[in-house]
């Protein structure tokens, strides 16, 4: 039982190149998530996904699109990265919205 | 949506004592409150949390009191370690969770 995964573990990208993040969770979770973490700024919320095939966004959406074609498949992907990305990204599971959200290693991004 | 503010945003404590970090949150229809521990180079844990329809919860050594009507809510850690310096986040939740921006805790020994 790996619980929740995260490929990579660290990327660098130049302005203007495009990548994509995977999360991936065995714990059967319905509700997937994707946040970024700066500085000073705690968990921001990018786009959330309450099931497989849906997809919804959060409070710093801009940039960033996802999809969830797999019920443990959770991607993030960033089209034209900007330096104002540069971030450690996390992705979490649960099993609703009010229940324990299961967290990932994390991808520590830098765009230079 | 829901903002959250913690305070303080640095906590330093001397081995032994008591640390308490305060959260208000804004949206009353938030219900759901979970506290995170977050340690150097980790992913965030949850290590406790409470509804709406509870105003204290105890774990161990950790605790956690709500009070809705002044929407906030706050974490207590007893008898302080060296293994509870960390980040710590508080979070609530109406349709999806906010998190605060964190405190660092250092316990000093």
């Known amino acids: 039982n790996a619980g929740v995964t995260q490929t990579p573990k660290f990327r660098v990208l130049k302005t203007g190149q495009s990548m994509t993040l995977l999360c991936a969770q065995d714990?059967?979770?319905?509700?997937m998530y994707w946040y970024r973490q700066d500085p000073g700024m705690g968990l921001r919320l990018i786009h959330y996904s309450v099931g497989e095939g849906t997809t919804a966004k959060g409070e710093v959406p801009d940039g960033y699109n996802v999809s969830r074609l797999k019920k443990q498949n959770f991607l993030l992907g960033l089209e034209s990265a900007a330096p104002s990305q540069t971030s450690v990204y996390f992705c979490?599971?649960?099993?609703?919205?009010?229940?324990?959200?299961?967290f990932g290693p994390g991808t520590r991004l830098t765009v230079l | 949506g829901e903002n959250v503010e913690q305070h303080p945003s640095t906590l330093s404590v001397q081995e032994g004592d008591s640390a308490v970090i305060k959260c208000t949150y804004s949206d009353s229809a938030s219900n759901y409150f979970p506290w995170y521990k977050q340690e150097l180079g980790k992913r965030p844990q949850l290590i406790i949390d409470i509804r709406s329809n509870v105003g204290e919860k105890k774990d161990q050594r950790i605790a956690v009191t709500l009070n809705k009507t002044a929407k906030h809510f706050s974490l207590h850690i007893t008898e302080t370690q060296p293994e509870d310096s960390a980040v710590y986040f508080c979070a609530a939740s109406d349709y999806k969770l906010s998190f605060g921006a964190g405190t660092t805790v250092t316990v000093r020994a």
């Open positions: 979490a599971s649960s099993y609703s919205l009010e229940d324990t959200q299961y």
């Open positions: 714990m059967n979770h319905e509700y």
